[in-house]
């Protein structure tokens, strides 16, 4: 993927522009709520201190100790198991766009409550929350928390607090590579106990294909028999392709370049795979996607890689009348060439953008990867690489190396 740098900066400059509930909510100063209990899971003590992988300079974690602070009465403790390595930490890592260094990166983090301040009682979503519950917290809503979380028609993600991205503070334990997060009153917090450690991990980039699957079904084309192509095989073709798969949609065909992925995109779901190093140009490509569909081009196509000229390539895969959805450009990869009149206006395409995910869309995902393991998906297998916090540094590496799917720090 060609990613342009200065448009990830201003995206999360603009994320971070608005911060300040996370920081503010911390317990008032002198309040203190004693640990009183602990979770079930081997979990005897809870030390004075935690350790946080802290990027102390380009390209360099420092694992720090920091004492772990006094929990407010709305405040919550929680003991990181893992967090995924999200292409946002790799460039935070390799030249501090967002100029937060020293910074606690890690916002796909997962861990077990071993504390909460008196006033805690439910998670986000109305659920009860108890010492030993796994969790997950989400992008904080500072506009209209209620609003986002109900209303399927957000625009964007809007004002958001994520830890992980936080500015360091007196408290320090602001991002989940780490073994403590301290995560504030007021903050958006999911209780995901019946999920296992690698569905938990991948619940913020799964959250990604859900919404996107909200948005193609808004288009009211996408149906249990459609015929679909999912065009990139990364984590998030492959997620989409197990979204699809898991609603009962059968008839998909994976594009992509690497032959390994498109292997893998086969056990997620999809019954054909087209590998565009067989066909020379558009029209022999375009062939080959017709031909997996017995003789059809697809009603819907999801736009899954950063490639400007695979934006343009896709519309020549949908029949007239059919659907898109774009969801390949996070940041700006540069301008794609279509022909308005063939690609869209002739062709009558029913096509929708797709940016992140709601609150809503969350649990959803969870509702997903209960699914996806319940019928046998190996979703967990996305999770190609697992370092421990103190080999932070190779784990960066290794997703700047691009050779697997998601790396994963896990303690
Ligand atoms: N909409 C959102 O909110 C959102 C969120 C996260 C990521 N993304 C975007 O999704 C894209 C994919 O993410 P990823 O992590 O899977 O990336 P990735 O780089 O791992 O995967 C992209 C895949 O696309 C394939 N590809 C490249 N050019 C192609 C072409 N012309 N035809 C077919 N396949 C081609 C590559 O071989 C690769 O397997 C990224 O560009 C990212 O910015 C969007
Ligand atoms: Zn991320």
């Avoid at 774009?326 to 940016?355: M, R």
Wanted: hydrophobic share 40%; charged share 20%.
């Amino acid at each position: 993927m060609t990613v342009n740098e200065q448009d990830v900066e201003k995206i999360v400059r603009q994320l971070l522009s608005e911060m300040g509930t996370a920081s503010q909510s911390g317990p008032a100063k002198g309040a203190f709520t004693s640990y009183t209990s602990l979770g079930s899971t081997g979990v005897t003590s809870i030390p004075d201190k935690a350790h946080v992988a802290v990027l102390v300079e380009n390209e360099r974690f420092e694992i720090k100790e920091y004492t772990i602070p006094p929990l407010g009465d709305d405040d919550i403790l929680v003991k990181v198991e893992g967090c995924g390595v999200c292409g946002t930490d790799a460039h935070e890592f390799k030249r501090d766009p967002f100029g937060l260094i020293p910074v606690a990166l890690g916002h796909e983090g997962t861990g077990e409550i071993v504390a909460m301040g008196k006033n805690v009682k439910t998670d986000s979503a109305g659920k009860a929350l108890n010492i030993g519950d796994k969790v997950v917290t989400c992008m904080i809503f500072a506009d209209d928390p209620e609003i986002t979380m109900f209303d399927l028609n957000k625009k964007n993600v809007g004002k958001a607090d994520v830890y992980g991205l936080l500015p360091d503070d007196e408290y320090h334990l602001n991002g989940w590579f780490s073994d403590y997060i301290f995560v504030r009153g007021g903050s958006t917090i999911f209780n995901v106990s019946d999920l296992d450690l690698d569905s938990r991990i991948l619940i913020e980039p799964a959250a990604v294909l859900v919404h996107a699957v909200e948005r193609a079904k808004s288009t009211d084309i996408l149906r249990f028999n459609s015929r679909v192509a999912v065009q990139g095989c990364g984590p998030i073709g492959l997620l989409c392709i197990a979204v699809l798969r898991t609603m009962g949609i059968e008839n998909i065909t994976a594009v992509d370049g690497n032959e390994k992925r498109l292997e893998f995109a086969k056990r997620l779901g999809a019954g054909r795979t087209v590998n565009f190093n067989d066909y020379q140009g558009i029209e022999a490509l375009t062939k080959g996607v017709y031909d997996s569909f017995g003789g059809h081009l697809c009603d819907f196509a999801f736009q899954c890689t950063g490639n400007p000229k695979a934006h343009a390539n896709v519309y020549k895969f949908i029949r007239n009348g059919g659907g898109l959805c774009e969801l390949g450009f996070f940041v700006n990869g540069g301008d794609a060439t279509i022909n308005p009149h063939f690609d869209l206006c002739s062709k009558e395409i029913n096509l929708v953008g797709s940016w992140v995910y709601t609150l809503r869309d969350y649990g959803t995902t969870f509702d997903f990867l209960r699914r996806a393991k319940a019928i046998g998906l190996p979703v967990s297998e996305l999770i190609t690489h697992r370092f421990p916090l103190q080999d932070i540094n190779e784990a960066l590496k290794t997703n700047l190396a691009m050779t697997g799917l998601k790396i994963a720090i896990v303690n």
